[in-house]
């Protein structure tokens, strides 16, 4: 094909190409390799080690999915902490509920952060100045080991279980993550596209299943992350699984922001497995 393309090979037998119209950035960090491009269809663009992280156009399928289904379904979340997420669209959608008093950002790689600031202002839009956000570059795995805080939703936005992801996906990890819950708190995690990466689904489901009085993942498709609809790990002690459609309707209403791909319908049937997701957990 004509022109430029970056090609994304993270998987095996599957590939996937964007048109690049535009480059901004593309060099080595501390931790891995960060590109910026333009796609005409996508808009901006963030691959880490040539795999799609963001794009303008798609991100508020994921961010929304990760932050609205936990925070609306537990019903009083105050302090929120994201392992990743250094683009800041995660931080962007936890701050729209005004009555998060306190979100904790631990991004590895302080690069990402900087860059996203000055070539990707519009994901975290406005997020790195919000009081509330404390953002801490450090290694998630040490943070969640070391420090002694809880939290009523953990968000882990991490890239795929290869290169400085990886020990985000381990029963260590997990169970660390699990000791920083407050009573009643939920964990969420990236967990991959399963039809093309079900063995790491099953991994996180395993270790969930032993962890978690609830432990199950839901689904969206994010057109970028190719191959179907990803999985996201959810594990919780408590009861927020079972909120049902009039109280989320009633909360959604309360927080008075508008969504793009949230709805309380959407947060039900998220959880709706089709079997050869349901057979992987
Ligand atoms: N991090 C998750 C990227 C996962 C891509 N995986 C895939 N295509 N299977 C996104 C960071 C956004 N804040």
Not at 256 to 261: A, K, L, S, V
Request: proline share 5%.
């Amino acid at each position: 094909w004509p022109g430029d393309w970056n090609v994304e090979r993270l998987h095996a037998d599957h590939s996937q190409a964007l048109r690049i119209t535009a480059e901004f950035y593309d060099s080595a960090t501390e931790h891995q390799r960060l590109r910026v491009f333009e796609n005409p269809t996508f808009g901006r663009i963030m691959t880490l080690d040539g795999v799609v992280q963001v794009t303008e156009a798609d991100n508020f399928i994921y961010h929304e999915m990760m932050t609205h289904v936990p925070i609306f379904a537990h019903g009083a979340v105050r302090r929120v902490l994201i392992v990743g997420g250094g683009d800041g669209g995660m931080a962007r959608e936890v701050l729209k509920h005004r009555d998060i008093e306190q979100v904790t950002m631990v991004e590895i790689d302080g690069t990402v952060v900087d860059f996203c600031k000055s070539h990707l202002p519009g994901i975290s839009a406005g997020a790195f100045d919000d009081p509330r956000l404390d953002l801490v570059i450090a290694d998630g795995a040490d943070f969640m080991r070391q420090n002694a805080d809880v939290y009523d939703v953990i968000i882990v936005d991490s890239t795929d279980p290869v290169g400085p992801g990886e020990v985000l996906f381990t029963d260590t990890f997990y169970g660390h993550a699990k000791a920083r819950l407050a009573p009643g708190g939920i964990l969420v995690t990236q967990n991959g596209v399963p039809f093309l990466q079900g063995a790491e689904l099953t991994n996180t489901m395993r270790a969930f299943t032993a962890l978690f009085a609830d432990a199950t993942c839901y689904l969206a498709t994010i057109p970028t992350y190719a191959g179907g609809p990803m999985a996201f790990g959810w594990g919780t002690d408590g009861a927020a699984r079972g909120v049902d459609l009039a109280t989320l309707t009633e909360r959604f209403a309360a927080a008075g922001f508008e969504t793009d791909y949230y709805t309380p319908a959407v947060h039900l049937g998220a959880f709706a497995l089709p079997p050869y997701v349901a057979r992987l957990i």
